[in-house]
């Protein structure tokens, strides 16, 4: 959708908006960081926990172990099944992929001639 000659009009003005108003925006940030940088920090600490750049850092270093193992190669996870995101037609193109694998292998027994 908005692919209307209207819609990329307006898309194009509200970005270029963007950039004329970004330095006053910022201007601004900053003087309210500066006159009331204690008590803003306060409030944030009383809404939630202030954690310091080191301690996210190790939390980065921990890996999740996640319970679903899945297979590169066809996204089959140990059950079978495919992914929720994965929609019928790449389901149906994975299937024929690998069936035709199976298939291949066998060498049909009987007359030479």
Do not use: C, F
Request: glycine residues 2%; charged residues 40%.
């Amino acid at each position: 959708m908005a692919k209307s000659l209207r819609s990329k009009w307006k898309r194009k003005m509200r970005a270029e908006k963007r950039k004329k108003n970004a330095p006053k925006e910022l201007s601004r940030l900053k003087n309210i960081l500066k006159a009331n940088a204690d008590v803003v920090m306060e409030e944030v600490k009383e809404i939630a926990a202030v954690v310091t750049p080191e301690k996210v850092k190790d939390q980065d270093e921990v890996k999740m172990e996640t319970q679903i193992k899945r297979s590169k190669k066809n996204l089959l996870d140990q059950h079978g099944q495919y992914p929720v995101w994965m929609n019928p037609r790449q389901r149906k193109k994975l299937k024929a992929k690998r069936v035709k694998g199976k298939n291949k292998s066998k060498v049909a027994k009987g007359l030479a001639w």
